[in-house]
């Protein structure tokens, strides 16, 4: 009888999981490969060969005939580039090989990657490494291997090579800050996270109508529709039957790769949803992540949809974010930001919890540049996502405790006690201690923290090795105090009283929406990064190049390749999207209000030629499309000169990049502006492109 396909049994069917690992590798290479994943241990090349055969016979097994290193190059996608397993014999056979060398190294072309000028055309050699510590999987017949990425020159050109150092930096401070509170168990800390991905889903025959979305992931033009997300009925509402069964089958082609989706609702937006994974280890999550977003657009056009993630695609409604719930946990399983029932007494908790605070405030410059990116300017600081200030919720119950500490010393913490409904039948809740606030962009939320600001389409490489880097900074010094002090338990209770004292002003549990905020936190300190080209900045900071150079995570090197990277990519995204809208303006919407206009003023020649009747309704509407028309050709030859002025902008990338934010961009502001309000009197038979009433509600 054949087993049923359910959730247990189909969950990992195509991982080379540790359960694999075991029942196909000899004892002693199982044990050594463990130690590296669990330990950190440099890995033994003398056991890849017998590594790599076991995966090629279980990936044939699995239908496999090629192999793949997959990695994440600077573009914020993966990259792969596919080998067949054959080796010839002779003229005519081959067998299936796959060696040791091949597992662990791969030289994919690392000239036409971005460098931010570490490669040139001619310097093409690039290395891909093996990271054992995140799974190998089959796909699409092929076996994919999680690499890092490096040039020629060692350089590191990808997002996972930096997060891993980011991840071995901090599980060495925190390690340190450990034994020093008298843990004498645990030898690594990791950082885990489980991310919550939204999303749009619109259908395929609208999307491939709208130039805008197919070259940028966002629409350039569009009129507000008469229904946005104003009765919120779409909010967790009844998944419509199509929408289910793609999600249905996300959920499976996910499960097959040992991605743990777990939560799937209607998000706040209309044609907006949201996925969430449970919680791993920030590198394997960060893979993950990188699978769910794909896995998300190649379901999509199964179901005749098409997955939008920008954070953006439509103005005036809600955009999309990503959530990326951060925490620190021990090998002996300790989850070092878990407060207990007594917080207030709990020494380790209150050291971590003060660490991640004080790195928040210090580094919120840092913090901001890794949630910038052109997508995420338009919706930061909206009615929908937290403004561009970074600051902490920490709820009632901490915020007292640290006001207790404070002012002398912590004697309680406040408890949630019980919440009566008021109905016999339903039985009384525990209440949290504290509410939540989904306006924080970086909250507490129980056991971990949330940052709310992350992009939607971006991997979260960068904010975790951000987190990760100033959070290990904060614990090196709390390192080096508590080895020089004559008692640690003083030592640290003085420690989280400077905190309290000198971070403070990062502590906010108010509407971080409100325009109060913005003033409060002016009158605070707190900067107020308002765009991608100014928060980029942070990046080359002093302060911050010395900071990942002190805990090896990034050159100085690195990080100014990443610096132009970051211009360019800025560059590069306007430059499309104003071109896009020229495309678009000239050969679509100029033409169609053209023709319509031709149509009124035809209609009022043919009602003069037979009668006197006053045609003033059709004057009026032929006045307002003469002047839109005017007003359409007038925004044209602005972008138009905007672009070609571009390259006498200045001699720096960054002065290129100033230039498209407050010129190019400017212009592309005033075209949409004039194109939008023509769409609202252009009859529909002559308007060119699918409106957001026909986009949204139409799924």
């Known amino acids: 009888m054949e087993t049923p396909n359910t959730v247990d049994t189909l969950f990992g069917e195509n991982v080379f999981s540790d359960a694999v690992m075991r029942e196909r590798l000899p004892k002693n290479i199982y044990k050594a490969l463990r130690k590296t994943i669990d330990n950190g241990l440099p890995l033994d090349p003398s056991i890849a060969d017998v590594v790599a055969n076991a995966m090629k016979d279980w990936a044939i097994e699995k239908g496999a005939t090629h192999f793949t290193h997959w990695f994440q190059p600077m573009t914020g996608v993966t990259a792969e580039k596919h080998d067949a397993f054959i080796s010839p014999i002779g003229n005519e056979k081959v ?74 930096a901090l599980s060495k401070q925190a390690v340190r800050v450990l034994r020093l509170l008298g843990n004498t168990t645990a030898t690594r800390v990791t950082t885990t996270v489980g991310p919550e991905q939204e999303y749009f889903l619109i259908d395929k025959t609208m999307y491939d109508q709208r130039k805008d979305l197919i070259m940028t992931g966002r629409t350039l033009f569009g009129a507000k529709p008469p229904k946005g997300q104003e009765l919120e009925d779409h909010y967790f509402g009844n998944l419509k039957e199509r929408i289910s069964k793609f999600m249905q089958e996300v959920d499976r082609e996910l499960w097959k790769l040992g991605v743990t989706a777990k939560t799937k609702h209607n998000e706040v937006a209309p044609a907006q949803h949201e996925i969430a994974t449970i919680y791993n280890t920030t590198n394997i999550a960060t893979d993950h992540n990188q699978l769910v977003m794909e896995t998300l657009r190649k379901v999509a056009l199964r179901h005749g949809l098409v997955c939008l993630l920008h954070e953006k695609p439509f103005a005036g409604v809600n955009g999309s974010g990503k959530h990326n719930n951060w925490s620190m946990s021990t090998d002996d399983g300790q989850n070092l930001l878990e407060p207990g029932h007594t917080p207030h007494e709990n020494e380790q908790f209150l050291l971590f919890l003060a660490a991640v605070i004080e790195a928040v405030d210090e580094y919120a410059d840092l913090l901001r540049m890794s949630a910038a990116n052109p997508g995420n300017d338009h919706r930061l600081g909206a009615n929908e996502a937290p403004p561009a200030i970074i600051s902490i919720f920490l709820g009632e119950q901490l915020t007292d405790i640290l006001e207790q500490l404070e002012n002398g010393g912590a004697k ?44 939607s389409s971006a991997s979260i490489a960068g904010p975790n090795t951000v987190l990760n880097t100033i959070v290990a900074e904060t614990l090196s010094r709390v390192a080096d105090r508590l080895e020089k002090a004559s008692n640690v338990d003083e030592e640290v209770q003085k420690y989280i009283k400077e905190v309290i004292k ?51 995570v990034l050159t100085p090197v690195e990080i100014h390749a990443r610096y132009e990277i970051h211009l360019e990519n800025y560059i590069k995204t306007i430059n499309i ?72 902008a200045g001699e720096s990338t960054l002065a290129h990049a100033e230039y498209y934010r407050d010129v190019v961009f400017s212009a592309m502001k005033d075209l949409r502006a004039v194109a939008d309000q023509l769409e609202t009197i252009v009859s529909e038979e002559y308007w060119p492109i699918p409106t957001y009433a026909d986009i949204l509600f139409n799924v």
Not at 130 to 148: E, G, H, M
Not at 427 to 453: C, W, Y
Not at 539 to 545: H, P, S, W, Y
């Open 95 to 168: 067998i299936l090989e796959f060696s040791g060398k091949e597992l662990i190294k791969g030289e994919p072309d690392a000239s036409s990657f971005p460098s931010g000028g570490l490669r040139a055309t001619f310097e093409a050699r690039g290395y891909t490494v093996w990271d054992c510590t995140s799974p190998v999987f089959v796909k699409d017949n092929s076996l994919y291997i999680p690499t890092a990425f490096c040039s020629y020159t060692g350089e590191a050109l990808d997002k996972k090579t930096p997060l891993l150092r980011s991840m071995e």
């Open 412 to 455: 309680s913490s406040k408890t949630g006690g019980e919440l009566k409904i008021g109905v016999t039948t339903l039985p009384p809740l525990p209440k949290d201690t504290t509410d939540r606030n989904r306006t924080s962009p970086f909250a507490f939320t129980g056991n971990k923290f949330e940052f709310r600001m992350v992009p």
């Open 502 to 552: 000198n971070h403070k002003r990062i502590i906010f549990n108010g509407n971080n929406y409100s325009a109060e905020w913005v003033a409060e936190a002016e009158k605070r300190g707190l900067p107020n990064i308002s765009s991608t080209v100014a928060a980029i900045q942070a990046l080359v900071a002093e302060k911050n190049v010395k900071l990942f150079e002190k805990h090896q």
């Open 577 to 648: 999207e104003a071109l896009t809208m020229l495309d678009m303006a000239k050969r679509q919407i100029l033409p169609a209000v053209i023709e319509y206009s031709s149509v009124v003023a035809g209609s009022i020649s043919a009602i003069k030629a037979v009668s006197d009747v006053k045609v003033t309704a059709q004057e009026k509407l032929l006045g307002q499309l003469t002047e839109g028309l005017n007003g359409l050709s007038k925004a044209i030859e602005m972008l138009e000169k905007a672009l070609e002025n571009a390259e006498e």
